[in-house]
């Protein structure tokens, strides 16, 4: 079992930046492939990134390539999506995901664990 649990987010003009963080906790936590994902109204949830177990290849949709990072803090059993020059289009509820496994996941259905997600409102 893996429990996720999301802060992060909020308000913020075009431009700028947000963290969104996602505290894991649970045995197989440590042993997981960590994916962000967002769902807008009307659509679909879509992939955003991913992140290995131990942080060393992410892996991360066009969209948000050059402007988002995904890194993990494993001492502190976190993950973070770092999001700079945030568009009025990446407003979204985000959530962070967990499976288990050593590579990189992007489909939605191959994820078992999800954050409660929270609000990213950009504006223009």
């Known amino acids: 079992q893996v429990q996720l649990v999301q802060s992060g987010g909020g308000l913020v003009q075009a431009g700028g930046s947000l963290r969104l963080s996602c505290a894991g906790s649970g045995r197989t936590f440590g042993r997981s492939c960590m994916g962000w994902f967002r769902r807008t109204p009307g659509k679909e949830r879509e992939f955003v990134a991913a992140?290995?177990?131990?942080?060393?290849?992410?892996y991360y949709a066009d969209s948000v390539k050059g402007r988002f990072t995904s890194s993990r803090a494993g001492a502190e059993n976190t993950v973070y999506l770092q999001m700079n020059s945030l568009k009025p289009e990446d407003t979204a509820i985000y959530y962070c995901?967990?499976?288990?496994?050593?590579?990189?996941?992007?489909?939605?259905?191959?994820?078992?664990?999800w954050g409660q997600g929270t609000q990213v409102t950009v504006s223009s």
């Open positions: 995901a967990a499976v288990a496994g050593f590579g990189l996941f992007w489909r939605e259905s191959d994820y078992t664990y």
């Open positions: 992140v290995t177990v131990n942080g060393a290849n992410t």
